[in-house]
T-cell receptor
Framework: DTGVSQDPRHKITKRGQNVTFRCDPISEHNRLYWYRQTLGQGPEFLTYFQNEAQLEKSRLLSDRFSAERPKGSFSTLEIQRTEQGDSAMYLC?????????????????FGPGTRLTVL | LAKTTQPISMDSYEGQEVNITCSHNNIATNDYITWYQQFPSQGPRFIIQGYKTKVTNEVASLFIPADRKSSTLSLPRVSLSDTAVYYCLVGGDPQTGANNLFFGTGTRLTVIP
């Protein structure tokens, strides 16, 4: 399978614990996005990388959230001191500025998501 | 911020054409319009993207009027497997501002046998 993969698919944790999620993008894609999605809502942008550089973060993103993409391939999203309000689906998407026309918006390919439940 | 507005839900019978409209009154010059489909417990799946006029691919058509303040996704002859949530995303190249990527609440389409 050459699509975007995410691990784990489900995570249950207690409030106050730290959690880390992993995303493996499509191999030739240089852009990677993280989103959060709660029930009944559309995905909410969190942050994005171009290669290894984190170019933008949501203005609403708490400092408990951090993301890395050390070698420009896979990425990790860490949430420190989790709160019940962090319970959501965390989605990763990747895109390419090379394989598309390079004009306009990215065509993002999403992974299956990691569902986080904070007790 | 190019926020979007879509109907919350729509029902359609199998075999009918379905049109879902998205309003984006504050769309910027560099913004494109992209539609995604999402099934429960899965990530969104790209359907179609356009900038103006009409775009067609093997699964859908996208109509964008000249003022670009709205767009309509057209699904021909829907089947039960098209039951999903459809999102309209307005935004341009993320280097001009990824914080402008706004999915909205989507339209829940239910296809009835």
């Amino acid at each position: 399978d050459t699509g975007v993969s995410q691990d784990p698919r489900h995570k249950i944790t207690k409030r106050g614990q730290n959690v880390t999620f992993r995303c493996d993008p499509i191999s030739e894609h240089n852009r990677l996005y993280w989103y959060r999605q709660t029930l009944g809502q559309g995905p909410e942008f969190l942050t994005y990388f171009q290669n290894e550089a984190q170019l933008e973060k949501s203005r609403l993103l708490s400092d408990r959230f951090s993301a890395e993409r050390p070698k420009g391939s896979f990425s990790t999203l860490e949430i420190q001191r989790t709160e019940q309000g962090d319970s959501a689906m965390y989605l990763c998407a990747s895109s390419s500025t090379i394989l598309t026309s390079g004009v306009g918006a990215d065509t993002q390919y999403f992974g299956p998501g990691t569902r986080l439940t904070v007790l | 911020l190019a926020k979007t507005t879509q109907p919350i839900s729509m029902d359609s019978y199998e075999g009918q054409e379905v049109n879902i409209t998205c309003s984006h009154n504050n769309i910027a010059t560099n913004d494109y319009i992209t539609w995604y489909q999402q099934f429960p417990s899965q990530g969104p799946r790209f359907i179609i993207q356009g900038y103006k006029t009409k775009v067609t691919n093997e699964v859908a058509s996208l109509f964008i009027p000249a003022d670009r303040k709205s767009s309509t996704l057209s699904l021909p002859r829907v089947s039960l497997s098209d039951t999903a949530v459809y999102y309209c995303l307005v935004g341009g190249d993320p280097q001009t501002g990824a914080n402008n990527l706004f999915f909205g609440t989507g339209t829940r389409l239910t296809v009835i046998p």
